[in-house]
C-alpha cells in the first residue's frame, strides 16, 4: 500500500525529505568538520612589508587647489594592493570634504593612492 494510500489528501507527503536530498544534507554538514579551514595569514607574502593601512581604516588626504586653498578629503580604505614600483597602493572610498563641493560625496573613483599621502584619522 503507497504512503499517499494512509492519507488521500497527501498532508504527510510535506514533511518528508526524499532520501538522496538528506543524504546530501549529512553529507555536507559532515564535510564541515573534515576540511581544514583556511587561516589568516598575519606574515608577510613573499617578503612583502605589511601595508601600513588596513581594509576598513578611516584615512585622510591634504591637497590644494588650484587657488592655493587647502582642505582635507575624508575617506575608508577598500582594499589595498602591492606593487613593485610603488610599494602598497590603496583603493578609497571617500566619505566628505571640507571643501564646499561637499555633494560630490561619497565617492570612490577606483584611482590607487599611495601611502605617503594618506594619515591614519582617529575618532576620540
Not at 586653498?69 to 575624508?74: A, N
Not at 613593485?84 to 578609497?92: C, H, K, L, N, S
Request: charged share 25%; aromatic share 12%; with cysteine.
Amino acid at each position: 500500500m503507497p504512503l499517499s494510500a494512509d492519507c488521500p489528501d497527501g498532508r504527510s507527503q510535506l514533511l518528508m525529505f526524499p532520501r538522496r536530498e538528506l543524504l546530501q544534507k549529512i553529507a555536507s554538514a559532515a564535510l564541515l568538520f573534515f576540511v581544514p579551514r583556511s587561516q589568516s595569514v598575519a606574515l608577510p607574502l613573499n617578503g612583502r612589508p605589511l601595508p601600513e593601512f588596513n581594509i576598513g581604516d578611516s584615512i585622510s588626504v591634504d591637497w590644494t587647489e588650484e587657488f592655493d586653498e587647502g582642505f582635507v578629503e575624508f575617506g575608508e580604505v577598500m582594499g589595498a594592493c602591492h606593487r613593485p614600483e610603488d610599494g602598497w597602493v590603496y583603493y578609497i572610498n571617500w566619505t566628505h570634504s571640507t571643501s564646499s563641493d561637499d555633494f560630490n560625496y561619497p565617492c570612490f573613483e577606483g584611482e590607487p593612492t599611495t601611502a605617503d599621502r594618506l594619515r591614519l584619522v582617529s575618532h576620540g
